[in-house]
């Protein structure tokens, strides 16, 4: 099971920029799956995470508002929709499938993991 993260890239403070995580291989079932983040000189640290059904939903408290997780189980692919971006925000953003259905923030959970893609907010 392979995911790969893309969409990053550079973006003006206030301005949106939209995620996306495609899987690939075996099917993920009915598991969770979620984005993280880490700056550098920071820990890893959660920001959104969605059920397989996009009945559940949890957010950062920092991202809350502002981004809005989603996927597409036909086409095997989750996103992160980012709005109203800062230039705390900048990091290099990880998708990662959980080791069941349970929507945790816990990083403990997730054990298939993307590659990063670097996002850079400018102020």
């Known amino acids: 099971v392979q995911l790969q993260a893309s969409g990053g890239g550079l973006v003006q403070a206030g301005g949106s920029l939209r995620l996306g995580c495609a899987a690939s291989?075996?099917?993920?079932?009915?598991?969770?799956m979620g984005w993280f983040r880490q700056a550098p000189e920071k820990e890893r640290e959660f920001v959104a995470a969605?059920?397989?059904?996009?009945?559940?939903?949890r957010y950062a408290d920092s991202v809350k508002g502002r981004f809005t997780i989603s996927r597409d189980n036909a086409k095997n692919t989750m996103y992160l929709q980012m709005n109203s971006v800062k230039p705390e925000d900048t990091a290099v953003y990880y998708c990662?499938?959980?080791?069941?259905?349970?929507?945790?923030?816990?990083?403990?959970?997730?054990?298939?993991w993307g590659q990063g893609t670097q996002v850079t907010v400018s102020s």
């Open positions: 990662a499938a959980a080791n069941s259905e349970v929507v945790s923030t816990r990083i403990s959970v997730y054990d298939y």
């Open positions: 969605i059920s397989w059904s996009g009945g559940i939903r």
């Open positions: 291989g075996r099917t993920f079932g009915t598991r969770a």
